[in-house]
């Protein structure tokens, strides 16, 4: 069983920054890749950035040149740098690991942790 713990969130001001951290129960190798995703009241879980197992990564229009996706393998560990961010960013941002067991795919979630940007 695959377990993801989440910190990082807060309150910050607008144009500041964050980092958020997940640390994953298994070795990241065995993940075909992590995520975080955020929710904002009212609308849909939605995809910010994912990072693959051999580190090519991708991200939301949205968040591009403002957040870095990054991860250390050896600490079993994927951060998520947010820089110049804005009140629109304010989310419960959710770290995610995706796997194939047997060919069958499996997402597992983190807790959440609360993002708000506000002055």
């Known amino acids: 069983q695959v377990q993801l713990v989440e910190s990082g969130g807060g309150l910050v001001q607008p144009g500041g920054s964050l980092t958020l951290s997940c640390e994953v129960s298994?070795?990241?190798?065995?993940?075909?890749?992590m995520g975080w995703f955020r929710q904002a009241p009212g609308k849909q879980r939605e995809l910010v950035a994912v990072?693959?197992?051999?580190?090519?990564?991708n991200y939301a229009d949205s968040v591009k040149g403002r957040f870095t996706i990054s991860k250390n393998n050896a600490a079993n560990t994927v951060y998520l740098q947010m820089d110049s961010l804005n009140p629109e960013d304010t989310a419960v941002y959710y770290c995610?690991?995706?796997?194939?067991?047997?060919?069958?795919?499996?997402?597992?979630w983190g807790q959440g942790t609360q993002v708000t940007v506000s002055s």
């Open positions: 990072i693959k197992r051999g580190g090519i990564t």
């Open positions: 995610n690991a995706h796997r194939t067991v047997l060919g069958i795919p499996r997402d597992t």
């Open positions: 298994t070795t990241m190798f065995s993940l075909d890749y």
